[in-house]
């Protein structure tokens, strides 16, 4: 396996402080606003954006986070059976708006199912989605970021991940290539 890193820890950092400011654009207060991260990733960019945010508004910003483990397509289809992990939306999101929030947005099927799971908890006035990550040439459904960290172009067999320094030790984007595609 190849390794490239497509940011480093600086532009990380740079790239989720352009995201709050893009955010708070749109968003002002964020009074009328709440960050949703999708299990398991998207919590850690939530986690991150909030602390910044926070920072920068000087009051706080209300996140929760979304397991949507029961809602995938494919969850029936795989042979060890998926753990869920723990939803946490202490807050009423009707009438509220929304921006779902994730690490890598490849197909666009994480997305889906993020929107059926978040709809048992209310109807918001609208949904935006912020994906740190946007791999753009692989959807099977129409959905696109409204707020992207950045976008990479990369072949089905790669793999993206987003790394953070809380728990692999360094905040770095990695593009993972088969070696047999390298040559």
């Known amino acids: 396996m190849e390794t490239q890193v497509i940011l480093n820890s600086r532009h990380f950092d740079l790239t989720l402080k352009r995201l709050c400011h893009q955010l708070i654009e749109n968003h002002g207060d964020f009074s009328g606003t709440v960050l949703i991260g999708l299990q398991p990733r998207g919590v850690n960019v939530v986690t991150r954006l909030k602390l910044?945010?926070?920072?920068?508004?000087?009051?706080?910003?209300?996140?929760?986070s979304l397991d949507i483990t029961f809602y995938r397509d494919d969850f029936r289809r795989r042979e060890r059976p998926l753990i869920p992990s723990a939803t946490n939306i202490d807050f009423v999101i009707e009438k509220k708006k929304v921006v779902l929030v994730d690490d890598v947005l490849f197909t666009g099927r994480t997305i889906r199912a993020g929107l059926d799971a978040m709809l048992a908890f209310g109807r918001p006035s609208g949904v935006e989605l912020l994906a740190f990550i946007d791999r753009r040439f692989k959807r099977e459904l129409p959905i696109q970021a409204d707020y992207v960290g950045k976008a990479v172009d990369t072949l089905s067999e790669e793999r993206v991940s987003v790394e953070w320094q809380e728990i692999e030790g360094e905040d770095k984007v990695v593009l993972f290539t088969p070696n047999k595609l390298n040559g």
């Open 52 to 64: 910044l945010l926070e920072e920068i508004l000087d009051k706080p910003v209300q996140c929760g």
